[in-house]
């Protein structure tokens, strides 16, 4: 049995980012294309909002959809490089290096695809932020289902 996403979190969560960012519901609901009584009950957790509703959010305030869904993580996207990089794991590997590859420089820990399909899918899922979502969500939740299984 799969685990459900508490949409009290969520709710929760949409009201911060409302507050944070000095909107009001009228403001808010508008720019996400529901009624303001819609969107109250998103905050009310009434209702959960949809996956383009979340990813319009995390999209135009520069919220991580971990954060937002979930609970993990920092709060904005800009901040999960940061907390990745003063990690104890970053700490310990000493200061950042970077590598030449096809005469590009990069960072040594980052991950170098070399698969044409796998290119095109990371390609596509830039473009196309509610696929790159489902995606992921589909991996989180399968990856979890099968950590059960082999506990």
């Given at each position: 049995m799969?685990k459900?996403?508490?949409?009290?979190g969520?709710?929760?969560r949409?009201?911060?980012?409302?507050t944070?960012k000095?909107l009001?519901?009228?403001?808010?609901?508008?720019q996400?294309g529901v009624g303001?009584?819609?969107?109250?009950k998103y905050?009310?957790?009434?209702?959960t909002?949809?996956?383009?509703?979340?990813?319009?959010?995390?999209e135009k305030f520069n919220i991580?959809?971990?954060?937002?869904?979930l609970?993990?993580?920092?709060m904005?996207r800009?901040q999960?490089?940061?907390?990745?990089?003063q990690?104890e794991?970053?700490k310990q590997?000493?200061p950042e290096?970077?590598v030449?590859?096809g005469g590009?420089?990069?960072?040594?820990?980052?991950?170098?695809?070399t698969?044409?399909e796998?290119?095109?899918l990371?390609r596509?899922?830039?473009a196309n932020?509610?696929?790159?979502?489902?995606?992921?969500?589909?991996?989180y939740?399968y990856?979890q289902e099968?950590?059960?299984?082999?506990?």
């Amino acid at each position: 049995m799969s685990k459900r996403i508490h949409s009290t979190g969520i709710a929760s969560r949409m009201r911060t980012i409302r507050t944070e960012k000095g909107l009001t519901v009228l403001e808010l609901s508008s720019q996400l294309g529901v009624g303001p009584n819609d969107y109250r009950k998103y905050e009310s957790a009434v209702y959960t909002p949809s996956v383009h509703i979340q990813v319009f959010l995390a999209e135009k305030f520069n919220i991580s959809l971990d954060w937002l869904i979930l609970n993990k993580g920092p709060m904005y996207r800009d901040q999960i490089e940061t907390a990745l990089r003063q990690s104890e794991k970053f700490k310990q590997e000493g200061p950042e290096k970077s590598v030449q590859t096809g005469g590009e420089e990069v960072p040594s820990d980052a991950v170098i695809v070399t698969s044409p399909e796998i290119k095109d899918l990371v390609r596509f899922m830039e473009a196309n932020p509610v696929y790159k979502f489902q995606m992921l969500s589909d991996f989180y939740r399968y990856k979890q289902e099968t950590e059960k299984a082999h506990e």
